[in-house]
Nanobody, 127 residues
């Protein structure tokens, strides 16, 4: 078992930036991929961004591509989400996720493909 803890959420105005962080409870965790998902009230949890641990290849949803950047810290088992040019539609609870199972092909983008989840951090973008 591993625990994930997100931080960095908050209130920001349209066009602003936030940097989210996600820390794993143990550095020996053999993660294969880590990702970010978000969920707005009344909506399903949706994919935002993910990073392959080996090699660091990334994947983004169309809605955030060009504005968000996901990165990782190999040693400390941390993942970050730099969010720029924020829009009101980015408002949601953001969740960090990790997968410890081997996979092939593209970085996982579905909720069911991840094994561990954080408690979430609220991001609110005001206009």
């Amino acid at each position: 078992q591993v625990q994930l803890v997100e931080s960095g959420g908050g209130l920001v105005q349209v066009g602003g930036s936030l940097r989210l962080s996600c820390a794993a409870s143990r550095r020996t965790f053999d993660t294969r991929a880590m990702g970010w998902f978000r969920q707005a009230p009344g909506k399903e949890r949706e994919f935002v961004a993910a990073i392959r641990w080996s090699g660091g290849s990334t994947s983004y949803s169309d809605s955030v591509k060009g504005r968000f950047t996901v990165s990782r810290d190999d040693t400390n088992k941390m993942v970050y989400l730099q969010m720029n040019r924020l829009k009101p539609e980015d408002t949601a609870v953001y969740y960090c996720a990790a997968r410890d199972r081997t996979y092939y092909g593209t970085v996982p983008r579905r909720v069911a493909e991840y094994d561990y989840w954080g408690q979430g951090t609220q991001v609110t973008v005001s206009s």
